[in-house]
Structures are given as structure tokens and as C-alpha cells.
């Protein structure tokens, strides 16, 4: 049993389990709640025996078809990828109760199957060894994100998803291009080959160029985030939440991996990452001053996106000197904010459905009318703001450290003011969401089981608060920073 | 200069030119054709990159990944089409809508 359970390969499962359920899901769509609720819990299973492996054997690697590479295809996990798996599941069961109740009968058959594709596609971009494949997988991602942007319907989000697609495709052909010159420069897709045959040539430069354009435009990093609010803002709230919490983090976590590995010799220099930590930087004062001016509740939290993707790229100048624990605080930043920001649109997701509408200055009295909501946004707020003791607080801590002992004021002034700015647009909503409204409106009764899957969503993000050390001890498999034992 | 390298570089011209094209034309399906010829663009300098082995045969692994390519590149454009259609039918023109608007 012991042996079976080891041995089993848990990484296959979760590309596989996911992207048959979609099949079934086309094919059978009238038991697509079942099935779709049945394989996101296999996935989040599958991330156990795969966790589990890890922490017996170290990296994870398995050749599919048992063609290894350069000519085959291998799945590959470390502790990086195991964090982004782990988000997935949590974000992925959280959201999937949620859609279990929000989605009728005849929107549920578009939603489950797109959604376990969605899955398919994030798993096996997290497991991908070689960057060839995180461009099909970048692909599948996109394809089946956009069409579940479309399926809210109307002008708004068919002008979002369309805006996201072509914003998508062309971060994808960057991307591509870039791979065409990496595969020209150095004769392999592998990301650990490559690792060892970069050197800082011209082509390597080009390609680190087209690859991070790319990556910015699909992680939409100021300037470039001008796709993601109006899609994350017009798609269905489980959508909006699945959107911000993972896809986003997913271009986030290539650019991460191919920094690390693949251009390695490039990043000595320090004018690409003063260029992310401005972009970082220009991010969460932006996005946090534009959440601050909405008047719609989902907008507000689309620009909040921006403004807490801005903070992952501050660890970029801080990584040369404080080295690991500015990755630690990147991904715990990432992690946190996957679980709050998806429990803050579902949250926003059942005062649309309560109230008919998501206008902040007309939410009225949803703090007694909707206490369980209004408690999964306000703990959502406390992750996002960084306050303890919460993911974000911890992640923010550590990011605020590695600026602190390198004397970067003007990072550590962007950190603070960026968690003043949250603080601000949290609070706007939550005072509107103590007093009466000036128009009252019909309000409709919310299911329980999506009141409680926000509110746990949010309890979640609180409770990473007091998880750091075995969180960052499963991140520190296999060494993705290459320094180990660096932590809190 | 070499057959291949003129291949290519009319590959990163094709690439360079539908950027433009897309980002200047507002009607969408100039800006699907746009994607598509940027994608023809890579699928060019991927193709004139692995016949530059000599007197070898050419590299098989960039001519999968252009096969790869092609077909992303067609389910995507059928998306793109198909969302082009119904924003048509719902607003009247196949652009962007103005942002902002509620």
C-alpha cells in the first residue's frame, strides 16, 4: 500500500484527472457540478501524494511516455512548483463550492467543462520542465480563461475578454519568438539545459527581452495591466476569482523560474531588475490609487490586482543582495493574495447576487443583512492590507526586511504607502457596507455554501499567518533559489 | 548573406510589421489578422533557423514546434472570431468598446 502510494505517479493525475473531467464534463454536461466538483477534489488529492513524494525524495521528475528529455516531454517540481500546485487546489476547491451554487443549470455546462480545462492547463504549466511547453500550456490557460470571461455575457465582458485574448496572444508570440532565439542561441528547449548553456550573448539578451515583455504584458505589470481590469471586473465572480488568484500568478511564476535558471548570467546586471522594481514599484501606487477612485466594487478589486502583482516585483532589486528571503516574500505575497483576493470576489460575487448590483456607495447594511460575507471580505481586507496576523502580513514583513537591511527607502516608502492605499479602499468599502444605502433594492437570498466557501477562502489567507515556517520549508525543496535555509 | 538568414529576417519583419498592425487598426479582425501574421512571422525565423545546419539535414524540433504553432494559432483565431461575432451582434461594430463605460 505504502510502496503503491509512492510510487504513484501523482504529477500525471493532475494534468490528466482534470482534462478527462473536462471531457466528460463536454460530453455528459448535465452531471457537470458532480464531475466537477469530484476532480477538483481528486486534484487537490493528487497534490498531497505529490507533496508527499516530494518531501521523501527532494524534486520531482517524471519523463512522460518514458521519453525523457531533450526529445520528450518532463514533468518537473520543486518546492516553487509545489507552492503554485497547493495554491491551485485551495483556490480551485474554494471556488468550485462556490460555482457548485452560483452557476445555474444552463451555465453551469459552459462553466465546469472550460474550468477543468483551466486546471489542466495551470497544473501542467507549474510541472513544465521545458519552456516550449509553458508556451502551449500559456496557451491552453489563456483560451479557456477568456472564454470563461465571455460567458457573463453582455457588451462588458465580451469587450473584456476579447481585449484579454488579443493582450494574451500577444504576450504568447513574444514568448514564442523568444524561444525561437533561445532554441537557435543554445539547441535546447530544457529549462535545466538551458540553465547550464546560457551565457550572456546578444541572443540571450534578445531573448530576454521578447520573454519578459511577454511575461509582463500576461502578468499585466504596469503599464501593461490596461487588459486586466476590465476582464477581471465583467466575468463571473468565481471566474474573476480563479483570474486574479492563479492565472495571473502563473506568468508571474515562469518569469520568476526563468530568472532564476535560464538567464541566470544576465540578471548579474542591475538595470533589468531596477527596471521590474519600478515597474513594481509604479504598480502598487497606480493600481492602489485607481482601486481607491472606483465605484464599483469589482473594479476595485481588479485594480487592487494590480496594485498586489506590483509588490511581487519589488523582490526583483532586492533578490541580488537579500537573496532568498526576497523570493520567500514574493511567493508568500503571491500565495496570501491568491486566497484573498479570491475570497474577496467571491465576497463581491454574493453581494451582486444579493443586492442585483455592485455599486459600492449602494451597499446597504450587507454587514448584518450578509455578516458571513461581509466577515470573508473584511479578513480578506486584513491579508491584503498586510496586517497580522495574516499571509500578507508575513509576506510583507519579509519583503520590508530584505529593504530595510539594503538601505532601499524609496521601496521600503512604496511598501508602506501601498498598504496605507489598501488600507483606504478596504475601509471605503467596508464603511458602505455598515450604513444605509440612499436607494434601497430587492435583495435576493445567497446560498450558504457560497457565503461559507468565501469565508473560508479569507480564514485561509488569515491563517497563513501562522504557517510560514512549514509553508517556506515545502517551498525549499530542491533549492529553487539556490541558497537554503534562508528564511523567517 | 545566407537564404536562411534572409528568411529569418523577413520572419522579425513580418513580426515587427503586424505589432504595428495591430496596435494602429481598431476593426478587430485587422487585429486577428495581425496576431495571425505574427505568428506566420516566427513560424518563418523558426524554419529558416533550422536550415541553417549546413550540409546536414535540417532540425526536426523547430519544424514541431511551428506545427505546434499553427495549431494554437487556429483554435485561438477561431475564438477570436467567434467573440469578434458576438460583440458585433451585441454593439453593432466589431471594435473594442470604449473603456470606461459602464
Given at each position: 500500500?505504502?510502496?503503491?502510494?509512492?510510487?504513484?505517479?501523482?504529477?500525471?493525475?493532475?494534468?490528466?484527472?482534470?482534462?478527462?473531467?473536462?471531457?466528460?464534463?463536454?460530453?455528459?454536461?448535465?452531471?457537470?457540478?458532480?464531475?466537477?466538483?469530484?476532480?477538483?477534489?481528486?486534484?487537490?488529492?493528487?497534490?498531497?501524494?505529490?507533496?508527499?513524494?516530494?518531501?521523501?525524495?527532494?524534486?520531482?521528475?517524471?519523463?512522460?511516455?518514458?521519453?525523457?528529455?531533450?526529445?520528450?516531454?518532463?514533468l518537473y517540481?520543486?518546492?516553487?512548483?509545489?507552492?503554485?500546485?497547493?495554491?491551485?487546489?485551495?483556490?480551485?476547491?474554494?471556488?468550485?463550492?462556490?460555482?457548485?451554487?452560483?452557476?445555474?443549470?444552463?451555465?453551469?455546462?459552459?462553466?465546469?467543462?472550460?474550468?477543468?480545462?483551466?486546471?489542466?492547463?495551470?497544473?501542467a504549466l507549474f510541472l513544465s520542465g521545458d519552456?516550449?511547453n509553458v508556451?502551449?500550456t500559456?496557451?491552453?490557460?489563456?483560451?479557456?480563461?477568456?472564454?470563461?470571461?465571455?460567458?457573463?455575457?453582455?457588451?462588458?465582458?465580451?469587450?473584456?475578454?476579447?481585449?484579454?485574448?488579443?493582450?494574451?496572444?500577444?504576450?504568447?508570440?513574444?514568448?514564442?519568438?523568444?524561444?525561437?532565439?533561445?532554441?537557435?542561441?543554445?539547441?535546447?528547449?530544457?529549462?535545466?539545459?538551458?540553465?547550464?548553456?546560457?551565457?550572456?550573448?546578444?541572443?540571450?539578451?534578445?531573448?530576454?527581452?521578447?520573454?519578459?515583455?511577454?511575461?509582463?504584458?500576461?502578468?499585466?505589470?504596469?503599464?501593461?495591466?490596461?487588459?486586466?481590469?476590465?476582464?477581471?471586473?465583467?466575468?463571473?465572480?468565481?471566474?474573476?476569482?480563479?483570474?486574479?488568484?492563479?492565472?495571473?500568478?502563473?506568468?508571474?511564476?515562469?518569469?520568476?523560474?526563468?530568472?532564476?535558471?535560464?538567464?541566470?548570467?544576465?540578471?548579474?546586471?542591475?538595470?533589468?531588475?531596477?527596471?521590474?522594481?519600478?515597474?513594481?514599484?509604479?504598480?502598487?501606487?497606480?493600481?492602489?490609487?485607481?482601486?481607491?477612485?472606483?465605484?464599483?466594487?469589482?473594479?476595485?478589486?481588479?485594480?487592487?490586482?494590480?496594485?498586489?502583482?506590483?509588490?511581487?516585483?519589488?523582490?526583483?532589486?532586492?533578490?541580488?543582495?537579500?537573496?532568498?528571503?526576497?523570493?520567500?516574500?514574493?511567493?508568500?505575497?503571491?500565495?496570501?493574495?491568491?486566497?484573498?483576493?479570491?475570497?474577496?470576489?467571491?465576497?463581491?460575487?454574493?453581494?451582486?447576487?444579493?443586492?442585483?448590483?455592485?455599486?459600492?456607495?449602494?451597499?446597504?447594511?450587507?454587514?448584518?443583512?450578509?455578516?458571513?460575507?461581509?466577515?470573508?471580505?473584511?479578513?480578506?481586507?486584513?491579508?491584503?492590507?498586510?496586517?497580522?496576523?495574516?499571509?500578507?502580513?508575513?509576506?510583507?514583513?519579509?519583503?520590508?526586511?530584505?529593504?530595510?537591511?539594503?538601505?532601499?527607502?524609496?521601496?521600503?516608502?512604496?511598501?508602506?504607502?501601498?498598504?496605507?492605499?489598501?488600507?483606504?479602499?478596504?475601509?471605503?468599502?467596508?464603511?458602505?457596507?455598515?450604513?444605509?444605502?440612499?436607494?434601497?433594492?430587492?435583495?435576493?437570498?445567497?446560498?450558504?455554501?457560497?457565503?461559507?466557501?468565501?469565508?473560508?477562502?479569507?480564514?485561509?489567507?488569515?491563517?497563513?499567518?501562522?504557517?510560514?515556517?512549514?509553508?517556506?520549508?515545502?517551498?525549499?525543496?530542491?533549492?529553487?533559489?539556490?541558497?537554503?535555509?534562508?528564511?523567517? | 548573406?545566407?537564404?536562411?538568414?534572409?528568411?529569418?529576417?523577413?520572419?522579425?519583419?513580418?513580426?515587427?510589421?503586424?505589432?504595428?498592425?495591430?496596435?494602429?487598426?481598431?476593426?478587430?479582425?485587422?487585429?486577428?489578422?495581425?496576431?495571425?501574421?505574427?505568428?506566420?512571422?516566427?513560424?518563418?525565423?523558426?524554419?529558416?533557423?533550422?536550415?541553417?545546419?549546413?550540409?546536414?539535414?535540417?532540425?526536426?524540433?523547430?519544424?514541431?514546434?511551428?506545427?505546434?504553432?499553427?495549431?494554437?494559432?487556429?483554435?485561438?483565431?477561431?475564438?477570436?472570431?467567434?467573440?469578434?461575432?458576438?460583440?458585433?451582434?451585441?454593439?453593432?461594430?466589431?471594435?473594442?468598446?470604449?473603456?470606461?463605460?459602464?
Amino acid at each position: 500500500m505504502d510502496v503503491v502510494f509512492t510510487e504513484f505517479p501523482w504529477g500525471v493525475m493532475l494534468i490528466l484527472l482534470p482534462l478527462v473531467g473536462g471531457m466528460i464534463c463536454l460530453l455528459w454536461p448535465r452531471r457537470g457540478r458532480t464531475l466537477g466538483l469530484v476532480t477538483v477534489f481528486a486534484v487537490a488529492l493528487s497534490v498531497v501524494g505529490v507533496a508527499w513524494q516530494m518531501l521523501d525524495t527532494g524534486i520531482y521528475r517524471h519523463a512522460v511516455g518514458g521519453w525523457g528529455a531533450p526529445l520528450g516531454i518532463d514533468l518537473y517540481a520543486d518546492g516553487l512548483s509545489l507552492l503554485m500546485l497547493a495554491a491551485s487546489a485551495l483556490v480551485g476547491l474554494g471556488v468550485s463550492v462556490y460555482s457548485a451554487a452560483y452557476f445555474g443549470r444552463e451555465d453551469g455546462t459552459r462553466f465546469w467543462p472550460l474550468w477543468l480545462f483551466l486546471l489542466a492547463a495551470l497544473n501542467a504549466l507549474f510541472l513544465s520542465g521545458d519552456i516550449f511547453n509553458v508556451y502551449v500550456t500559456f496557451e491552453l490557460m489563456g483560451l479557456a480563461a477568456v472564454a470563461l470571461v465571455a460567458l457573463a455575457g453582455g457588451q462588458n465582458a465580451l469587450g473584456g475578454a476579447m481585449r484579454y485574448l488579443l493582450a494574451a496572444l500577444l504576450g504568447s508570440l513574444a514568448y514564442l519568438l523568444g524561444i525561437a532565439l533561445l532554441y537557435h542561441g543554445f539547441g535546447t528547449v530544457d529549462i535545466a539545459l538551458l540553465a547550464d548553456r546560457v551565457d550572456a550573448s546578444p541572443v540571450a539578451w534578445a531573448a530576454l527581452g521578447l520573454m519578459g515583455a511577454g511575461l509582463l504584458l500576461k502578468t499585466a505589470v504596469f503599464p501593461l495591466h490596461f487588459w486586466l481590469p476590465p476582464a477581471h471586473a465583467s466575468a463571473p465572480a468565481p471566474v474573476s476569482a480563479l483570474l486574479s488568484a492563479l492565472v495571473v500568478k502563473a506568468s508571474f511564476y515562469i518569469l520568476l523560474r526563468l530568472w532564476l535558471e535560464v538567464f541566470e548570467p544576465l540578471v548579474g546586471s542591475d538595470a533589468v531588475s531596477t527596471l521590474l522594481g519600478l515597474l513594481g514599484a509604479m504598480a502598487v501606487l497606480w493600481g492602489s490609487v485607481q482601486a481607491l477612485r472606483q465605484s464599483r466594487l469589482k473594479l476595485l478589486i481588479a485594480y487592487s490586482t494590480v496594485a498586489q502583482i506590483g509588490y511581487l516585483f519589488l523582490a526583483f532589486p532586492l533578490a541580488a543582495a537579500a537573496g532568498a528571503t526576497a523570493w520567500y516574500a514574493a511567493l508568500y505575497l503571491a500565495l496570501s493574495h491568491a486566497l484573498a483576493k479570491a475570497a474577496m470576489f467571491l465576497a463581491a460575487g454574493n453581494l451582486l447576487h444579493f443586492g442585483g448590483h455592485d455599486r459600492i456607495a449602494g451597499l446597504d447594511r450587507v454587514v448584518q443583512r450578509l455578516p458571513l460575507t461581509a466577515a470573508a471580505f473584511a479578513l480578506a481586507g486584513v491579508s491584503i492590507m498586510g496586517l497580522p496576523p495574516s499571509g500578507g502580513f508575513i509576506g510583507k514583513w519579509l519583503m520590508l526586511e530584505a529593504a530595510l537591511g539594503q538601505e532601499r527607502w524609496d521601496l521600503v516608502a512604496v511598501m508602506i504607502a501601498g498598504g496605507l492605499l489598501a488600507a483606504a479602499y478596504i475601509f471605503k468599502v467596508l464603511g458602505y457596507a455598515f450604513t444605509q444605502a440612499d436607494v434601497t433594492h430587492e435583495s435576493r437570498a445567497v446560498p450558504v455554501s457560497m457565503e461559507w466557501a468565501a469565508l473560508l477562502l479569507a480564514l485561509g489567507a488569515v491563517l497563513l499567518g501562522f504557517l510560514a515556517v512549514p509553508v517556506l520549508s515545502l517551498v525549499g525543496i530542491g533549492e529553487p533559489f539556490g541558497v537554503s535555509g534562508v528564511g523567517p | 548573406m545566407s537564404t536562411s538568414l534572409l528568411y529569418a529576417l523577413v520572419g522579425i519583419g513580418l513580426f515587427s510589421l503586424s505589432l504595428y498592425g495591430l496596435i494602429v487598426h481598431s476593426h478587430l479582425l485587422r487585429k486577428i489578422l495581425a496576431l495571425n501574421i505574427m505568428g506566420s512571422g516566427i513560424f518563418l525565423v523558426l524554419v529558416a533557423l533550422a536550415g541553417r545546419t549546413g550540409e546536414a539535414p535540417p532540425d526536426a524540433v523547430p519544424h514541431a514546434m511551428v506545427i505546434t504553432g499553427i495549431v494554437v494559432a487556429v483554435s485561438a483565431t477561431a475564438l477570436a472570431l467567434t467573440l469578434m461575432l458576438k460583440l458585433a451582434a451585441e454593439t453593432g461594430r466589431a471594435e473594442l468598446p470604449d473603456e470606461g463605460r459602464e
